[in-house]
T-cell receptor, first 112, second 114 residues
Framework: DTAVSQTPKYLVTQMGNDKSIKCEQN?????MYWYKQDSKKFLKIMFS???????INETVPNRFSPKSPDKAHLNLHINSLELGDSAVYFC???????????FGQGTRLTVV | AQSVTQLDSQVPVFEEAPVELRCNYS??????LFWYVQYPNQGLQLLLK??????LVKGINGFEAEFNKSQTSFHLRKPSVHISDTAEYFC????????????FGSGTQLTVLP
């Protein structure tokens, strides 16, 4: 019974393509996030989102956009993929008052 | 703004030895502190957290951490490690105002040797 699930787990694509990564949480949390983990394992937040506000890390290129069809889902769309986008992308969610984030298994994106 | 510094990028230790993974933070307000573990090719799992109260926090798998406000530290400890503890460990901080956003340290790779 996975709390935060992401698909796909692996994604290999060519430069210039557009791709999406899906994320779903069944914890009833009100806030979801996307993190990027680079090759040195450094984790950087990209977005945090609830039904009231989207907070974007200003260093994230506008080729990246989160889409939330409902409270349990936060998908990540990436346009015009570049080699430097290769990384592991983690989805996470948290409850408002607890601040503990639950993470998905990650999506390893490789741009060739 | 808040930040986290993990002082050791790699920590090798022999099985059954004690270990301490160091974490220092900076923040202008009260903080919530966390340790996460990432096993190879897996997502992050919460080990323990400090929100308030006792400064000594116990977590899963025999780990504990102590919040030291004067030294702005939150070091992780385990008295006796196992091979299965080999993983990447991340310290993270969240401030009380933008409490939904975690800032992570750069991680410490713990390798337990037989």
């Amino acid at each position: 019974d996975t709390a935060v699930s992401q698909t796909p787990k692996y994604l290999v694509t060519q430069m210039g393509n557009d791709k999406s990564i899906k994320c779903e949480q069944n914890l009833g949390h009100d806030t979801m996030y996307w993190y990027k983990q680079d090759s040195k394992k450094f984790l950087k937040i990209m977005f945090s989102y609830n039904n009231k506000e989207l907070i974007i890390n200003e260093t994230v290129p506008n080729r990246f956009s989160p889409k939330s069809p409902d409270k349990a889902h936060l998908n990540l769309h990436i346009n015009s993929l570049e080699l430097g986008d290769s990384a592991v992308y983690f989805c996470a969610s948290s409850q408002r008052t607890m601040d503990e984030a639950f993470f998905g298994q990650g999506t390893r994106l490789t741009v060739v | 703004a808040q930040s986290v510094t993990q002082l050791d990028s790699q920590v090798p230790v022999f099985e059954e030895a004690p270990v301490e993974l160091r974490c220092n933070y900076s923040s202008s307000v009260s903080v919530y502190l966390f340790w996460y573990v990432q096993y190879p090719n897996q997502g992050l799992q919460l080990l323990l957290k400090y929100l308030s109260g006792s400064t000594l926090v116990k977590g899963i798998n025999g780990f504990e951490a102590e919040f030291n406000k004067s030294q702005t530290s939150f070091h992780l400890r385990k008295p006796s490690v196992h091979i299965s503890d080999t993983a990447e460990y991340f310290c993270a901080v969240s401030d009380g105002r933008s409490a939904r956003q975690l800032t992570f340290g750069s991680g410490t790779q713990l390798t337990v040797l037989p």
